[in-house]
């Protein structure tokens, strides 16, 4: 079966250009997470979403980063008038419906490298 | 600032050798999981602790969870060369993750 899958897997830009990230979840995850990872750094929480709503945007960094999931499934990460900052690696990770007193095991993506130059 | 704080960061040792790697938080979790992470990929799960001193065992890896769930540890016994990656913590409040900054480690033939 597939796992989460992310495009492109590297992404070269510059600085003040705008990107998107693409992630495909597991089929049947209805929860979706996105995370940055600099380096030598644990991954950074960024949004989470429930379905088609971003249930927690507490993460995002600032106004340039957003991220939509219009049918529930796929998801895109938009980094608008990017800076040298924001270069990392961008995870996505999805899991099933999560329960309100338990935890589900999120699945990861390999993650998209972006490069800000 | 991690909420997780990770020790030690970096760990080299010889093929054969035991280590122990800690996880440590002022706050409580409701469970705590356990990645390993390869260069180019995503952190894989190793293991989920949820009840207070419980004690779980993955072949060579040992883990426990602190009595009052803030803390953690990995011990590995007999370390291998296919040991060698980035170990992090993860504690979990509801559904959201949050995970400490790694310990990496090499083991040398």
């Known amino acids: 079966g597939a796992g989460v899958s992310q495009t492109p897997s590297n992404k070269v830009t510059e600085k003040g250009k705008y990107v998107e990230l693409r992630c495909d979840p597991i089929?049947?995850?209805?929860?979706l997470y996105w995370y940055r990872q600099s380096l030598g750094q644990g991954p950074e929480f960024l949004i989470y979403?429930?379905?088609?709503?971003?249930?927690?945007d507490s993460g995002l960094p600032n106004d340039r980063f957003f991220a939509v999931r219009p049918e529930g499934s796929v998801s895109t990460l938009k980094i608008q008038r990017t800076e040298r900052g924001d270069s990392a690696v961008y995870l996505c990770?999805?899991?099933?419906?999560?329960?309100?007193?338990?935890?589900?095991?999120?699945?990861f993506g390999p993650g998209t490298r972006l490069t800000v130059l | 600032t991690q909420l997780l704080e990770q020790s030690p960061q970096f760990l080299s040792i010889q093929e054969g050798e035991n280590l122990t790697v800690y996880c440590n938080s002022s706050?409580?979790?409701?469970?705590l999981q356990w990645y390993r992470q390869e260069p180019g990929e995503g952190p894989v799960l190793l293991v989920t602790?949820?009840?207070?001193?419980e004690v779980k065992k993955l072949k060579r890896l040992t883990f426990q969870f602190g009595d009052a769930r803030k803390d953690s540890s990995l011990h590995i016994t007999a370390a291998q060369p296919g040991d060698t990656g980035l170990y992090l913590c993860a504690g979990a409040r509801g559904n959201m993750l949050t995970f400490g900054g790694g310990t990496r480690l090499m083991v040398k033939p």
């Open positions: 602790v949820v009840t207070g001193g």
């Open positions: 979403f429930q379905g088609t709503g971003a249930a927690d």
């Open positions: 706050s409580v979790f409701s469970s």
């Open positions: 089929s049947g995850h209805t929860a």
């Open positions: 990770a999805s899991s099933l419906t999560p329960k309100t007193s338990s935890y589900n095991e999120q699945f």
